[in-house]
């Protein structure tokens, strides 16, 4: 142990003694990460729980600049409350802070975690594409600047209610390609890691809502094409690419598994495929994430899981047989 140590625990020791904790309720000292640890890899998705907490009139929490609402546990049977605490898959590896805040009444209970990200290992994928389709000139610059604001400001408040049901679904079936999280390099250029997973399917079949939700953002966008933002609620959004038809309007309702749009190969794709992403608290992280989650099935039999969660596909990407796309 070494002198900082020792200083800090009879300090501790001294500063309890002196300030009885009883007189500070709200203000009960945590140290850093003393509620328990998480970790888990660039682009996952882990589920926080607090299962000693009850009725709290909201539960807050703050890592890396993000805000984790969580909730009370889905599970039938189960106490306390969850999050799901995205890692961007461009989170600082190493270890960060998970600060909760849990309003009780006039109360304020303060959690601290530690959480510890992990470094994926991300392919490196070559895309060659027209010159013109990865080199915008002034006026498609401009467009996509406006579309990423358009995305931004639509995507900017959460739904306050959990619209998503335990279980999500592969809203396509097809070949996954596994190279979510990929460097591109475009041309030779390197470009924004891949964000989203790309699923192999035949132009034209059907793209399923991957949970309910409400239809946020229908698109025709540069980059993605024709596509759709679901909200799912607590700050759950997932995103549908390079659709040849999109068949919901901005604010229906969808349901799991709910058929929302066809596969296509519109904007920046080299053929036809589902890009689909997933955003948890602003934290882009692997779709098939979400289908991992160990929630129990508590869907009725009416909406029933239509994929069983795959394992992760260590295979090389191949661009040109599944498409490649700028998001
Ligand atoms: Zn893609």
Redesign the pocket.
């Known amino acids: 142990m070494s002198f900082l140590d020792r200083f800090l625990i009879i300090s501790v020791v001294l500063l309890a003694s002196v300030f009885p904790v009883e007189l500070f309720p709200n203000t009960g000292p945590v140290p850093r990460g003393g509620d328990g640890q998480f970790s888990g890899k660039q682009g996952q998705v882990l589920v926080v729980t607090i299962p000693d907490l009850k009725e709290a009139a909201s539960v807050k929490g703050r890592f890396m600049g993000r805000t984790v609402t969580l909730f009370p546990n889905p599970t039938a049977g189960a106490t306390g409350y969850i999050g799901l605490l995205g890692i961007d898959l461009q989170d600082e590896p190493g270890s960060h802070e998970l600060a909760v805040d849990a309003q009780l009444g006039e109360q304020t209970r303060h959690f601290s975690y530690q959480v510890l990200v992990v470094k994926e290992k991300f392919a490196v994928e070559h895309l060659k594409l027209p010159k013109e389709k990865v080199d915008l000139d002034e006026k498609a610059t401009a467009r996509w600047k406006a579309e990423q604001e358009q995305v931004r400001k639509a995507l900017a408040e959460e739904s306050a209610m959990r619209l998503w049901q335990t279980g999500f679904i592969e809203p396509v079936h097809g070949k996954r390609t596994g190279i979510f999280g990929s460097v591109r390099v475009m041309n030779g250029q390197p470009r924004n890691p891949?964000n989203?997973e790309?699923i192999g399917a035949p132009a034209g079949t059907d793209v399923m809502a991957s949970n309910d939700g409400v239809v946020r953002l229908v698109v025709d966008h540069i980059f993605s094409g024709r596509g759709i933002f679901v909200d799912h609620g607590l700050g759950l959004y997932s995103m549908y690419?390079h659709l040849s038809e999109t068949l919901v309007n901005e604010g229906d309702l969808v349901k799991a598994g709910q058929v929302i749009g066809k596969v296509g190969a519109t904007g920046r794709a080299t053929g036809p495929h589902l890009?689909w992403g997933m955003k948890v608290n602003g934290a882009r992280v692997n779709p098939y994430a979400l289908l991992e989650l160990p929630f129990p099935q508590s869907r009725p039999a009416a909406h029933p899981v239509l994929a069983s969660p795959s394992t992760p596909s260590q295979e090389e990407a191949t661009p040109a047989a599944a498409g490649?796309?700028g998001?």
Do not use: A
Request: charged residues 40%; aromatic residues 12%; glycine residues 24%.
């Open positions: 891949h989203g790309d690419f890009h490649g796309d998001r």
